[in-house]
């Protein structure tokens, strides 16, 4: 989790360094977050915790904001990972009750074409991206 925490701060000083970073992107690095994607609903970014935060597209005078919906972190950072490599230590083992899913061996992500043509990856729909099957059991 260390050698993590170490590549998530030196992509920070990067994206802080870099003349191409956005302004949010800028704020957000500021304050130690990683700028990571976007889609049409949400700017995603990383902290060295493994926490993840977004801006709303459709509300961005509300700022930065805490992700507190479990599962849907574990897909954007499931989504992180199919990037970047050495962020797999943030990505939870799968929760007692659940078995990796078959369609996309756990990782969450399938191969996809681009509208462009490129070859890249996308969220399973068999797993939802979670890489798992199932309910986890709750905890005793
Ligand atoms: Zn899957």
């Excluded at 509300?59 to 962020?87: I, N, Y």
């Amino acid at each position: 989790m260390s050698d993590t925490r170490s590549l998530i701060r030196s992509k920070v000083k990067q994206a802080l360094a870099s003349s191409s970073t956005t302004l949010d992107d800028r704020r957000a690095a500021e304050q130690g977050l990683l700028p990571l994607f976007d889609d049409l609903a949400y700017r995603y970014y990383l902290r060295d915790d493994g926490s993840v935060f977004i801006i709303d597209a459709l509300e961005p005078e509300a700022g930065l904001q805490e992700m507190t919906d479990a599962t849907w972190r574990l897909v954007v950072l499931r989504a992180a990972v199919a990037e970047e490599s050495g962020l797999a230590s943030l990505i939870p083992a799968h929760p007692p009750g659940t078995v990796e899913c078959s369609e996309c061996a756990g990782t969450g992500r399938r191969p996809v074409v681009a509208i462009s043509g490129t070859r890249t990856t996308g969220v399973c729909l068999n797993c939802r991206g979670t890489g798992w099957i199932g309910v986890p059991k709750a905890a005793v």
